[in-house]
């Protein structure tokens, strides 16, 4: 499915360990995710076994590596980026992972955004109260969240229609119908903003979270690295399925790209994983989840701590030559 959007006029390691990460050019203003700090909370070992019956063929009998591995995760917690980065930094040390595409990746926090036009979900939707609001067939819209891209020009199109894109859902299924989502630009310094008390009450229930960026590397040709070695759902490892910003996603099932286009930035799924070690700092700021926190959930998937699309799935943004952009969403 694919439908036009509204639209308006770390740290890098050594190179022989690891291609050089991008360095924004941007302001600077989204908190950073401290990605050392939460690679001691959750190191490379947290993610492997040294018991059971599984074994891989990668590995002879008495090799140290000779354990479960750590598999691919659909990263939504600083544990699912820890598996993934500290896993291809361990390949990155003795393999070439091949060409490098930066990507901004965000992490959600459960604290409130810095500034009201960096990227969130839920809340107030950063925007003139001059603006009409978005409705379908005269039913207002809710307001899922919104992407800021002034720390992330440097690694997308220059057609940019404006630094904040605001996401709007007719419901909580509003993937399923072409015309129900809604895509509009703001720019970060606003005459009049719309405050909460302007707002629709939402038709369903939307996350509150900020979100935190981290600049890293796609590395859409080193899917024989992972796949060789033996890790479960290896697929995850080249490219993410993650919410971020750049020209590089793991797109479920086809690529929707045509030729004069380009993906902007991807919204994925929040489905908080409920097992160890996973089940420690879902978000940042959160260390654990309430005990009832699924019966907090909406229909479809919805809820204070989760957004689902579908089965796991993923909202991707596409920008054309001409700076149009359209949306399309892909499941498992």
């Not at 940042?284 to 089965?311: C, H, Q, S, V």
Request: aromatic share 12%; net charge negative; with cysteine.
């Amino acid at each position: 499915m694919l439908a036009l959007a509204g639209c308006s006029p770390g740290n890098p390691l050594p190179h022989h360990e690891m291609p050089p990460q991008a360095q924004a050019k941007g302001s600077g203003l989204h908190p950073k995710v401290d990605f050392e700090h939460w690679a001691k909370i959750f190191p490379i070992e947290t993610f492997q076994k040294t018991s059971g019956p599984r074994r891989f063929d990668s590995t002879e009998e008495g090799d140290p590596l000779d354990l479960w591995k750590p598999h691919g995760a659909i990263i939504t917690s600083p544990a699912h980026l820890c598996e993934i980065e500290l896993v291809r930094k361990q390949y990155a040390r003795s393999q070439d992972l091949g060409r490098s595409v930066p990507v901004d990746l965000f992490l959600w926090s459960v604290d409130p955004p810095q500034a009201p036009y960096l990227t969130k979900l839920g809340g107030t939707p950063h925007r003139e109260s001059t603006k009409p609001w978005p409705t379908l067939d005269g039913t207002p819209l809710t307001f899922v969240g919104q992407f800021c891209f002034a720390d992330s020009r440097d690694i997308v199109s220059q057609k940019l229609p404006d630094d904040v894109m605001l996401i709007f859902f007719k419901g909580a299924d509003g993937l399923y119908n072409d015309d129900s989502i809604h895509v509009e630009w703001s720019s970060i310094e606003l005459e009049t903003p719309v405050s909460a008390e302007q707002c629709p009450a939402p038709s369903f229930t939307v996350p509150r979270l900020s979100g935190h960026i981290y600049r890293t590397n796609e590395f859409p040709e080193s899917r024989d690295v992972f796949e060789k070695a033996g890790h479960d759902q290896f697929y995850l490892f080249p490219v993410t399925q993650s919410t971020k910003i750049g020209r590089e996603a793991y797109f479920i099932q086809n690529d929707p790209r045509g030729p004069n286009d380009e993906l902007l930035c991807a919204l994925n799924s929040i489905h908080p994983s409920t097992y160890p070690p996973r089940a420690k700092w879902p978000f940042i700021g959160l260390e654990t989840l309430p005990d009832n926190w699924r019966k907090l959930d909406d229909d479809y998937g919805w809820g204070k701590y989760n957004m689902m699309f579908a089965d796991v799935g993923c909202l991707y943004f596409l920008i054309d030559e001409n700076g149009k952009v359209a949306w399309t969403w892909d499941s498992y």
